[in-house]
């Protein structure tokens, strides 16, 4: 039997990392907003590694923070330990990631739900999204409630139509043998969305006092942490300790053994995998000639003894798994806590969604994250923001939120799907970014805290704060202009010493800083005038230094392509009409609807001739621009 309840403006399906940025979003924008799960334990759930950041996905976490997001004050607030990663690269890759306690961040995010106005935290099953003349009316739960609404998010990450498989052995479950959602996907067929069905898998967990750490190498942490959040100013300290240790051919030789077993190379597994998270058997077998592959045997909490073995998603039946760690070093005696497994699960074409993440033919209609064929906690929180945002945006009558690929790896991200499409899980990598001198880490403030604030998800008390961070940086950047360092004895030993050429007369501390070998701090005997600058700026400071000519580059580059993104294209044109296309690009064209020319040219098939014809068949039509 239906019942009536309560009357919603967004109603966001899942409270994974999509679903609680979507549903804090909405409902910081005034939205009266409910949120729904199958388990109010699993609220901002890391079924795989508790880990946040890592390479291009530690600059996404700056971003929502920068957009007034949350994943970067829960990863500060509950971190073991922390580390920038590709120190030894240019500025474009060094990305934070820390390993994070799984409990400690599920109960940070589900007492920052609880505690937000506004938002209604409800445990059940959606199994119906109610459509009404191409709009979105209302969703309906398995256990007969209807809760009329505006919007509605769709974050069902892993659950959908969920089905475990272990070796020979596979059945119908969500994440860790929680219930799957097993009615929606019928519903969202109905609707006319295309569905696919995607896998991916998880390494064994195993007991803490079963592991030799004495024979591993030790990893630690950095000794001076950065934080995620541009906000914080507190002292972080690193609490736990990873480890590193390798597979050897008796590991490749168990699991070559048992390839039989595997549901994958057997056959019983349809979904598609991420290709940059290969299980261990796949890595065995694609890269033949590798003598051993490295793991990391890493904490998943401090109140608990569970060890995370990251390198070794496996999907092999438990006694292989057994078989196969015990020939480890340093896991000799393992004892597993929770096997290894793989998941397979429904996903929508993201190529049905404009940039918004709302669904084209349906209004009010919005996915993120796994749902859109993403993998990864990050990749799922940023696009939860952008729906969040913009469902509210769109119930409140302003202009959506589009952030384009200059702007943001979000943008990237929402643009790679939106544009491209998806054929297996979609993980963001830096080189999916041609811009990526551009979207650091430490610049993520100053290219999106602005845009945050004017949406309403920053406080002008904290939009102070990084205006009065930019006012100092950009002093300090003119002041640096004027200082002159002189060749006296000390300044050319330590200049030498740093493996530069000494100097014959002034330099300007300016062109100094441009050296690659010198740094900031190298001067301060030689400046005693400068001001104290925060350790953020700093680094920013030596950045905008060191690399200006490429990153000046990067901005013409920009220029062009937004030129052609303002190039807006009609909705309703029928690309068989415009003459001088080639017939792949007629198509493309007709089946994707780009919004713009830079879209339109990103489209696989439609090549760079195409794109002039559209621009001067747009120029005969008096134009289009914004
Ligand atoms: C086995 C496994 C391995 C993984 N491996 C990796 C990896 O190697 N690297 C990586 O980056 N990521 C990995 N992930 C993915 C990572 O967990 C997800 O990318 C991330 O959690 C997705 O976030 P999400 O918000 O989209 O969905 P989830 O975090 O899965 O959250 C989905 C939410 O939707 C709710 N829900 C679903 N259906 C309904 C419904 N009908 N009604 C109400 N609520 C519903 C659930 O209760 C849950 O709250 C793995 C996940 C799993 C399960």
Not at 21 to 33: F, P, Q, Y
Not at 113 to 136: H, M, R
Not at 481 to 494: C, F, G, L, S, Y
Not at 552 to 559: A, N, T
Request: hydrophobic share 35%; glycine share 8%.
């Amino acid at each position: 039997m239906n019942y009536f309840l309560e009357e919603y403006d967004v109603c966001v399906i899942g409270a994974g990392h999509a679903g609680c940025e979507a549903a804090l979003a909405a409902a910081r924008l005034g939205m009266k907003t409910a949120i729904f799960t199958l388990s109010l334990d699993c609220i901002a759930n890391m079924p795989c590694n508790p880990c946040i950041g890592g390479s291009a996905k530690g600059q996404i976490v700056c971003e929502i923070d920068a957009l007034g997001g949350e994943m970067g004050r829960a990863a500060d607030a509950t971190f073991i330990q922390s580390r920038i990663l590709n120190k030894g690269k240019g500025p474009a890759v060094h990305s934070l990631r820390v390993q994070s306690d799984r409990v400690k961040y599920h109960i940070y995010m589900k007492r920052m739900l609880e505690s937000t106005p506004n938002l209604f935290i409800k445990q059940g099953e959606v199994t119906t999204v109610d459509v009404e003349n191409g709009k979105v009316t209302a969703v309906r739960m398995k256990l007969g409630a209807v809760y009329p609404c505006k919007a509605a998010i769709i974050t069902t990450g892993t659950y959908l139509n969920g089905k475990i498989h272990i070796g020979e052995l596979n059945y119908s479950a969500g994440p860790d043998n929680v219930l799957p959602s097993t009615e929606l996907t019928e519903c969202l067929k109905k609707l006319g969305v295309s569905m696919r069905r995607f896998k991916t898998g998880t390494p064994a967990r195993v007991h803490k006092r079963s592991i030799d750490f004495s024979v591993m190498e030790r990893q630690d942490g950095d000794s001076e942490i950065m934080p995620f959040s541009f906000d914080n100013e507190e002292k972080l300290e690193n609490k736990g300790v990873c480890y590193v240790t390798y597979t050897n051919a008796e590991t490749h030789r168990v699991i070559l053994d048992n390839l039989d077993r595997s549901p994958l190379y057997s056959g019983r597994i349809e979904g598609v995998g991420p290709r940059y998270c290969p299980s261990i058997e796949d890595k065995i077998v694609r890269f033949k000639d590798k003598e051993r592959h490295q793991l990391f045997v890493e904490p998943i909490g401090l109140d608990t003894d569970e060890y995370y073995l990251q390198g070794m998603s496996s999907s092999l039946p438990e006694d292989v798994q057994v078989k196969f760690l015990r020939t480890i070093k340093g896991l000799e005696n393992v004892e597993i806590m929770r096997p290894a497994y793989a998941i397979e699960y429904d996903c929508c074409d993201p190529l049905e969604l404009l940039p918004t993440l709302e669904f084209k033919k349906i209004e009010g209609l919005y996915g993120a994250g796994q749902f859109n064929c993403t993998s990864g906690y990050e990749e799922a929180a940023c696009q939860g923001l952008v729906a969040g945002i913009n469902a509210a945006r769109k119930i409140s009558g302003k202009s959506p939120l589009i952030l384009d690929r200059a702007t943001s790896y979000i943008g990237t991200l929402i643009d790679d799907l939106v544009t491209k499409g998806c054929v297996e899980p979609y993980r963001m990598m830096t080189s999916r970014s041609e811009y990526r001198l551009i979207l650091r880490q430490d610049n993520a403030p100053e290219r999106l805290l602005p845009i945050g604030h004017e949406i309403g998800l920053v406080s002008d008390e904290r939009f102070a704060r990084f205006e009065a961070d930019n006012a100092a940086l950009n002093r300090e950047l003119e002041r640096i202009k004027t200082v002159t360092i002189r060749p006296i004895a000390e300044v050319n030993k330590m200049l030498v010493k740093k493996g530069t050429t000494p100097l014959n007369s002034g330099v300007r501390l300016y062109e100094l800083l441009k050296r690659p070998q010198l740094s900031y701090a190298d001067f301060a005997p030689f400046d005693t005038e400068r001001p104290q600058l925060k350790v953020s700026l700093v680094n920013r400071l030596e950045i905008e230094m060191k690399y200006s000519g490429y990153i000046k580059i990067q901005l013409e580059q920009i220029e062009k392509m937004r030129k052609l993104e303002q190039k807006k294209l009609p909705a309703d044109v029928d690309y068989k009409t415009v003459k001088g296309l080639r017939l792949e690009a007629q198509e493309k064209l007709n089946k994707h609807k780009p919004l713009n020319v830079g879209q339109a040219g990103r489209i696989s098939g439609v090549n760079p001739a195409d794109v002039s014809v559209l621009l001067i068949w747009l120029a005969g039509k008096g134009g289009n621009d914004d």
